[in-house]
C-alpha cells in the first residue's frame, strides 16, 4: 500500500511539473487569442502567449457569453473559434455587471460590394411584378470598390465614378460621403434624353450586405461583400496533357470573386461560375449570383481569361479557342476547388459547379477521372455539375465522378441535345448520375438574362453540329469525330487544321453547318433557374 501511494504522489507531481511547463513556454497560437480577446473587451492580460489566470478567466466569460463552454484545454479548435466569432463581426462582449451581450461596432463599408438594382421606374416597362428566378426583372447590376485615401489613410473614397450598370450605360458618382458603416453620394446619369441626378445612401445591415436606395426609395438594392482571391493554375491543351500530369504545363495566376451570402455560420457551401466563351464578369453572374445567396450558398465566379490577356473586347469566342480552351479552363476550376480546401468558411464537401456554353463544357470536363485526379487526387470533388448547354460526347469506356451532373439544354442548341441525352443514358447504364432538361423550342443562349433580350437571331457565321455528328473520347483517352465508318483522329491533328484528312470534307458536309439561331427564351431560362436552386438544395445542403 506505501509503494503504491508513493507511486501516486510521484505522478501527480510529475503531471503537475508536466502541465505548468506546457504553460509556461511561449505559445504563438495562445499569443493571438490573447489579442482577440483583448479587442474584444475581456481582459486576457498582456499579449505575450503565456498562459495565465487572466487568459483562462477571459476564455471563460468569452464562452459563456457565446453559449458554449470552456474545457480548459486551449488547442487549434479554441482559436478558430475565436477567429470565426472576430472576423464574422458578431464578437459579444462583457459590459459591466450584469454581462449585458452587446455587438462589436467594427463593422466598415471598406470593399467591394457588388449586386442587382430593382428600381420602381422600369416596372411598368417589364409589366409589373418583382424579380423572380430567371424571369429577368432587374433593372441594372451594381458593381463599386470602396478603398483608403492615399493621402488620407483615415478617409474612404469610391475606387472610380461609374458604379450602375443598365447595360451599355451607366450611372457616376459625383460626390460622397463615407462613415464606418454608412455611404451617402450623389450621381448622375446622361443619355439622349438629357442627364437625372440622383441622391443616394448605403447602410450596412450586416458585415457582408449593404442596403442600396435613392432617396424615396425609388430604386433599391442589396450589395454583398466580394473578396478577390488568387491561385496558380496550369494550361493543358488537350484531354492527353493530362496523361502525364499537369506539371509540366504553362503556369498561370487566375483570380476569382468569392462571395458569402448574409449570416454567420461558420462554413458555407458554394456554387462554383465558369464564364461563357464572351469572357469577363456579365449580367448571367450577377442574376445567378443572387438567386445562389439567396439559399444560403457562397459563390465563386472565376476569370479564366484576362491572366491569358483576354477579356470581353478581345474574348475567347474571338477565334482565341487555342489561346483559352476547355480543357484548360478545367484544370482552372479544379485549382480553385483545390484553392477552396483551405479556406475557413467553405465547406469543402459541398461545392458545386456550374458553367454556360464554353463554361458548361469547362464544368463538364471536371468530371473526366483523368482530368479531376491529376490535380485534386481521389479525395476532392465536386458535389454536383450543372453545365449549361455543352456539346456531350460519347466516350468508349467513360471514367467520371460518381457524383450528380445534370445538363441544361435547348432544343434546338447549336450542339442537338441528342448528344447529351446519349451520353446521359450510356453513362446511367453504368451507374452515373446523370439527368438531361431539354427546353422545348429554345436556343442556344436560351438564359439570357435580361427580360427584354430580343428573340433567338439567326447568326450566319457561327457554326453548328448536326445529329449525325459524334465527338468521341476513346478509352485511352485519344478523340476522334465519327460518322459511320469514318474516323478523324483529332490527336494527330495537334493544331486542329484536319482538312488534309481524306475523310474531312465529308464529314464537314454530313455534320457541320453554318448558321444558326440564340437568344432567350422565357420559359427555358425561368424554368432551368428554378431547376438550379433545387438542384443546389438537394446536393449541397
Known amino acids: 500500500m506505501l509503494v503504491y501511494l508513493i507511486k501516486l504522489i510521484v505522478f501527480t507531481v510529475s503531471l503537475s511539473i508536466s502541465c505548468t511547463m506546457v504553460w509556461s513556454e511561449v505559445n504563438p497560437k495562445l499569443k493571438r487569442a490573447q489579442e482577440i480577446l483583448n479587442e474584444m473587451g475581456y481582459k486576457a492580460g498582456p499579449s505575450d502567449g503565456l498562459w495565465g489566470n487572466k487568459t483562462d478567466t477571459a476564455l471563460q466569460q468569452f464562452y459563456k457569453l457565446n453559449n458554449s463552454v470552456f474545457d480548459g484545454i486551449f488547442d487549434d479548435s479554441e482559436l478558430r473559434f475565436l477567429i470565426k466569432i472576430k472576423e464574422n463581426f458578431l464578437s459579444l462582449a462583457l459590459k459591466s455587471k450584469n454581462k449585458k451581450i452587446i455587438q462589436k461596432e467594427d463593422m466598415n463599408v471598406k470593399g467591394r460590394w457588388r449586386g442587382l438594382a430593382i428600381c420602381n421606374w422600369d416596372k411598368d416597362g417589364w ?6 428566378f430567371g424571369n429577368g426583372k432587374f433593372s441594372g447590376a451594381i458593381d463599386f470598390t470602396i478603398i483608403e485615401d492615399e493621402d488620407d489613410p483615415t ?15 451607366s450611372r457616376s458618382i459625383k460626390s460622397f460621403e463615407i462613415s464606418t458603416n454608412k455611404i451617402s453620394f450623389s450621381d448622375i446619369f446622361t443619355n439622349d434624353q438629357g442627364e437625372s441626378r440622383m441622391n443616394w ?27 478577390k482571391i488568387s491561385f496558380e493554375s496550369s494550361s493543358p491543351k488537350n484531354l492527353l496533357d493530362y496523361v502525364d500530369g499537369v506539371k509540366n504545363d504553362q503556369k498561370y495566376t487566375i483570380t476569382g470573386l468569392l462571395t458569402f451570402p448574409e449570416g454567420d455560420k461558420e462554413k458555407y457551401p458554394l456554387m462554383m461560375m465558369i464564364v461563357n466563351s464572351g469572357c469577363g464578369y456579365n449580367f448571367r453572374q450577377f442574376t ?29 469566342g474571338a477565334g482565341n479557342g487555342n489561346i483559352l480552351n476547355p480543357w484548360m479552363g478545367a484544370a482552372d476550376a479544379l485549382y480553385a476547388l483545390k484553392f477552396l480546401q483551405n479556406h475557413p468558411k467553405v465547406d469543402i464537401d459541398k461545392v458545386g459547379i456550374t458553367g454556360f456554353s464554353w463554361g458548361g463544357q469547362v464544368a463538364l470536363w471536371t468530371g473526366i477521372d483523368l482530368i479531376r485526379k491529376s490535380i485534386v487526387g481521389d479525395i476532392l470533388d465536386f458535389a454536383l455539375r450543372v453545365p449549361y448547354y455543352p456539346f456531350c460526347r460519347q466516350f468508349d469506356d467513360p471514367k467520371y465522378s460518381k457524383n450528380k451532373l445534370h445538363i441544361f439544354i435547348g432544343e434546338f442548341d447549336a450542339a442537338p441535345p441528342r448528344h447529351c441525352r446519349e451520353m446521359a443514358s450510356s453513362f446511367n447504364k453504368l451507374g452515373y448520375d446523370v439527368s ?22 439567326f447568326n450566319p457565321r457561327a457554326w453548328f453540329v448536326t445529329e449525325k455528328c459524334n465527338f468521341w473520347i476513346d478509352s485511352d483517352h485519344h478523340r476522334s469525330w465519327r460518322l459511320g465508318d469514318m474516323r ?12 488534309e484528312n481524306p475523310f474531312y470534307w465529308e464529314y464537314a458536309i454530313e455534320c457541320v453547318r453554318s448558321g444558326v439561331k440564340y437568344g432567350r427564351n422565357d420559359s427555358a431560362a425561368q424554368k432551368s433557374a428554378i431547376k438550379l436552386v433545387e438542384l443546389i438544395n438537394q446536393h449541397l445542403k
Open 127 to 132: 409589366g409589373g411584378g418583382e424579380y423572380k
Open 155 to 169: 478617409k474612404r473614397i469610391f475606387k472610380k465614378s461609374n458604379w450602375l450598370d443598365y447595360g451599355g450605360a
Open 201 to 227: 445612401e448605403g447602410n450596412l445591415t450586416s458585415n457582408n450586405t449593404l442596403q442600396i436606395n435613392n432617396k424615396g426609395s425609388d430604386c433599391k438594392a442589396k450589395l454583398y461583400r466580394t473578396e
Open 288 to 316: 445567378y449570383g443572387v438567386d445562389i445567396k439567396n439559399q444560403g450558398v457562397a459563390t465563386l465566379e472565376l476569370d479564366n481569361c484576362k491572366p491569358r490577356g483576354l477579356s470581353e473586347s478581345y474574348p475567347i
Open 436 to 457: 438531361v432538361d431539354v427546353y422545348l423550342d429554345a436556343y442556344h443562349n436560351f438564359d439570357d438574362p435580361f427580360w427584354d433580350s430580343p428573340p433567338p437571331e
Open 488 to 499: 478523324i483522329e483529332l490527336d494527330n491533328y495537334l493544331n486542329w487544321d484536319v482538312t
